[in-house]
């Protein structure tokens, strides 16, 4: 049986500062995160990434509209898709 959480996620907002001078980019949302078992050994650790418009400020918006990007970005990494066999 595994037992895992997300411990130790970081997230932060990065803009580019020449596009910042023009004022019209998008900014740069990412997720560092740790999957572990409950014994404490690492079973995937990654990064999850989306962007947003410069614009948008609120951040119970960003989280609300982009955050399940995020997830999902996660979910896709812990469980890719199975191949099907071509024969």
Known sequence: EISACL????MCIRD??????QGNYDRVVQIHYTLYHRNGEILSTGIS??????????????I???FPTLA???YSDLFPP???DSK
């Open 72 to 74: 999902k970005n996660i």
């Open 49 to 62: 990434k989306t962007t947003f418009p410069s614009n948008q400020n609120d951040i119970n918006i960003i």
């Open 16 to 21: 580019s500062p020449i596009a910042v001078q």
């Open 7 to 10: 411990v130790g996620s970081e």
């Open 64 to 66: 609300q509209q982009h």
């Open 82 to 84: 199975e191949e099907k």
